[in-house]
């Protein structure tokens, strides 16, 4: 066990749609990291925050946002859904205390977009 | 932009050979972390290297970190099927995100 929490599991809903995944980092890690997993494919890089501000930005398409509340939870709101968007969503965390990038993953949110 | 590319993309060997897994960038990281993902399942952390020149051995897993902390391999000694998986390498410098090699596919057939 990580101690990394996402909810829900899976998620099957329609084109055109809109969704939430949800994120509970690790206790004490102040960043939360969301990543996007197509199958067998690597991982796509999506948005980081760090203490509830947005930090860096991969390849994160408009229709898809995120923020972290003040008690470091995240979501990932996804919009407008397409049929490519059926994908795993992964979110980790780290610490980032002296450097320390290692992150933990959560068990993922598998999106099937029907 | 900080890349790292891994290779081979895939890997089937058979239980008992050896195999090499790399990684490369051209940029500098502070510290370089190997993953293990299985299939439906989060990546999960195997090992860090931080000093250029490090080398971490996990049972029959060695880590090695570049002198110029720009590269790293992954090798493992005798494989069994239980090491199939995805193997992710990833490089971090101090308050960044993380950046995620395309992984490698090991297959280790019995």
């Known amino acids: 066990d990580s101690g990394v929490t996402q909810t829900p599991k899976h998620l099957i809903t329609a084109t055109g749609q809109r969704v939430t995944l949800r994120c509970s980092p690790r206790?004490?890690?102040?960043?939360v990291y969301w990543y996007q997993q197509s199958l067998d494919q690597g991982l796509q890089f999506l948005i980081h925050?760090?203490?509830?501000?947005?930090?860096a930005k991969g390849n994160i398409l408009e229709r898809f946002s995120a923020q972290q509340f003040p008690d470091l939870h995240s979501e990932l709101n996804l919009s407008s859904l397409e049929l490519g968007d059926s994908a795993l969503y992964f979110c980790?965390?780290?610490?980032?205390?002296?450097?320390?990038?290692?992150?933990?993953f959560g068990q993922g949110t598998r999106l099937t977009v029907v | 932009t900080q890349l790292l590319e891994q290779s081979p993309q895939f890997l089937s060997i058979q239980e008992g050979e050896n195999l090499t897994v790399y990684c490369n960038s051209s940029s500098v990281f502070s510290s370089l972390q190997w993953y293990r993902q299985e299939p439906g399942e989060g990546p999960v952390l195997l090992v860090t290297v931080v000093t250029g020149g490090e080398v971490k051995k996990l049972k029959r897993l060695t880590f090695q970190f570049g002198d110029a902390r720009k590269d790293s391999s992954l090798h493992i000694t005798a494989a069994q099927p239980g090491d199939t998986g995805l193997y992710l390498c990833?490089?971090?410098?101090?308050?960044?995100?993380?950046?995620f090699g395309g992984g490698t596919r090991v297959l280790v057939k019995p």
């Open positions: 980790a965390s780290s610490s980032l205390l002296q450097g320390n990038t290692e992150a933990f």
């Open positions: 990833a490089g971090g410098a101090a308050g960044n995100k993380l950046t």
């Open positions: 206790s004490g890690d102040l960043s």
């Open positions: 925050y760090y203490n509830g501000e947005e930090r």
